[in-house]
């Protein structure tokens, strides 16, 4: 962070501050209590909040909902404790807060962090009128896991992917000064969960994960530290350990590469009970040992549990805790405090507070959510529906006519989504459209099941609306099977049995294994879970009003069996390769087909589009060169060859096939989504330096190294490329 004039001036008065402070005091800023709303077990209690921030013991409440609770409370903190230092009030405000966006794995979907970016920037001023300071977002968590049902909260598998978002949420949140988050369009962010939360083994929740020092840097770090450069105030503590040691616990990542290897001078703030749960870990012996490991390896606030309160005074007696630890974890609280602007305007105008989604808010989720779906499949020339065409539509489908599109970590109070059904009646006002559940999200019933065949069977095309709610994704949500719950796999049988042209659009958020009934049906969209604005997003789509584009930001597998199944895998002695499928002794499945249902990177348009051969701008650089920070150009020509606009993405693979580490197969490092119109032809740009293609070893002290070789670089539409171009490194 640069010493200017607001940083010099923050210092002072940190220090100011810290020199008339108590210790209890100083220990209270680093307590962070829940009020009413609970995102965890056994928080909760306005009351205490209260007392302890009348007090002087509080320095943050998480989940004080409604701008006239959060200035109440704001009020006793500043005219009833005897330092009067404003509260700093945090809430997950993950993609929306009355504006629901679609969920982050659909934002990913966008290839295009812009989407993003335009929910951050809604979804801060939303949270900000409302006494909002501090969002507990964005998520950057790599995972391979699809089981995991936070994945609907990542930006999926590939860590390229999710540091161009996690940079585009930041700035979308925060604006561009991080030094000066004090607007009242503007909230702190949070880099979480810091670090490896997705690759909690079996995809459960909370679970162990065991990484190399090269997969922890390579795969699930990046995100972060591009984050952390982008400004991000905050990081969040993740719950699971890292090689044995929790990351509440571990030095070696809060300390030693996020605050000295980054530079990052922001608030290190645990999860939910976090601290304490490093007893239930097996780390610490009692809560006294859980904070003090908690406290010097680098967390500076404690979210609901209260080990550093309870404890801090007799570890800092007893020498167990550091005074500078403590001063400097008090310091960047204070310092995110000061660059809110909480001193100066601590309280919010309740008569400006945004109470519901407005015309224009709409609409950016609307186009926010048409950007995100992906057309997996589309024969026949099904999709779009042609509105002078189909005279009458079947709309069936658990989902068809529900509001519970949202998605996890929607608000309390959040509207519900526009349905499926309503949206395709508004964008086809003269078709007759018919609407049948058939059978429910889940369990056994099927007792709908023909009138829903029926309507389908008398209509010039049908649309199914099936996948899982959003319930069944996001924290604690873990699934063992993918399929579609309940009886919804029947019903897509039956329906596309009617013979009637038959889309089916999914929700959900996660990947889920379709491969029972995806050769029946000639076109599917996958929807995710789209947000508010779900209908009318979904029938944009469906009629072509808006040309699809999305791609997986996640490989969907054929069966649960396969996982982890991702584009992005290291290499093997003995790969298997599809022009000797009968070769045994190879990786792969005896009972299985190889590879997946839809790979990363998959996603098809109402169009088609031509990429030529990639050409360099230079085709040897040295590593002197690249550690320098030149670069080289790779130019991709892009034709739209069919008959209609349309939009693609472009995608760039590098592959290093001869490393000192095995390397991925494939790493994504460049993308673009493009528009083109019939016929138009553009060439497509992307810049690769040392970051592109080096890689971090395995030294814990943190080394990226350019090694000597040949680059093969790969373009296409998804991640099914091969190598077109290659660059030597010399
Ligand atoms: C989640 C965090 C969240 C926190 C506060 C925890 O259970 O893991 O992501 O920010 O609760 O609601």
Redesign the pocket.
Known sequence: MPHDATSDDHQTRIEDLLGRMTVEEKLGQLQQL?WAW???PGGGGTADVEAAARKGLLGSV??VVGAANSNALQRIAVEESRLGIPLVF???V?HGFHTTFPIPLAQAAAFDPAVTRTDGEVSAAEARSNGIHWT??P?MDVTHEPRWG?IA?STGEDPYLAARYAVAKVHGYQGGDPSDLSAPDRVAA?A??FAA?GGAEGGRDYNTVDVSEQRLRNLYLPPFEAAVEAGAATV?A??NTISGVPAHANAHTLTGILKQDWGFDGVVVS????VRELIAHGNAADEADAGRLALSAGVDME??STTFADHGRSLLDSGALRQDRLDDAVARVLRLKLRLGLFERPYVDEAAAITAPSTRTRAAARAAAGRCMVLLKNEDGVLPLDAGIVRSLAVVGPFADSGDLLGTWSLPGAPEAVPVLRGLREALPDADVTHARGVPADGPDTSGLAEAVAVAAAADAVVVVVGEPPAVSG??AVRSDLRLPGRQEELVAAVAATGTPCVVVLVGGRPLTIGAWADRVPAIVMAWHPGIEAGPAVADVLTGAVAPGGKLPVTFPRTVGQIPLYHNHERTGRPYDPATPQEKYVSKYLDIADGPQFPFGHGLSYTTFALGDPALSRERITTDELHAGATVEVAVPVRNTGARDGEEVVQLYVQDPAASIAQPVRRLRGFRRIRLAAGEERTVRFTLGAADVGFWTNDPAGVHTVEPGEIHLHTGTSSHTHARQTLLIT
């Open positions: 829940a609970n995102t965890g998480l989940n945090g809430l997950d993950i507990f977002s998520m936070r909260e949070c979480k969960h939360y969040m993740a719950f999860d939910w009970t976090g979210m609901v924290e604690a």
